[in-house]
């Protein structure tokens, strides 16, 4: 398994993109489950390091099934849960929340794995 995340993968015209940001991400994601918790700044940083892969490239659904482990999926939907219950308590609009956003955008590419 290291010497599959050690590897590059080449698609045509999109250069390559190593293996070792799925690491960085699953590295993130221990952090957090030691934690309980997906902080605001775990979240953009995740989000960050999934944007830097060209779309279709092999390497997100990679990292999608990182996402999609059940572990991670229930700390997605809880800390979800946990920050629209503090916006409905403080009478605010769930959409002007950036961290329901940036968790929102994870557990939805979660649920994109294959």
Known sequence: LDLLLGCA???????NVNKDSCQRLAMVLKE?????????????????MISEVPSRHPVL???????????IRTLLRRDI???LEA?????????ECKEITALSKLLLLSH???
């Open 112 to 114: 994109n794995a294959r």
């Open 9 to 15: 993968y080449k698609m045509r015209g999109k250069g």
């Open 61 to 71: 659904g990679d990292m999608a099934m990182i996402l999609a482990h059940p572990e």
């Open 32 to 48: 957090c489950k030691s934690q309980r918790q997906i902080s605001h700044a775990n979240a953009e940083r995740m989000l960050r």
């Open 87 to 95: 916006e409905v308590s403080n009478r605010r609009l769930p959409n």
């Open 81 to 83: 849960v946990r920050l």
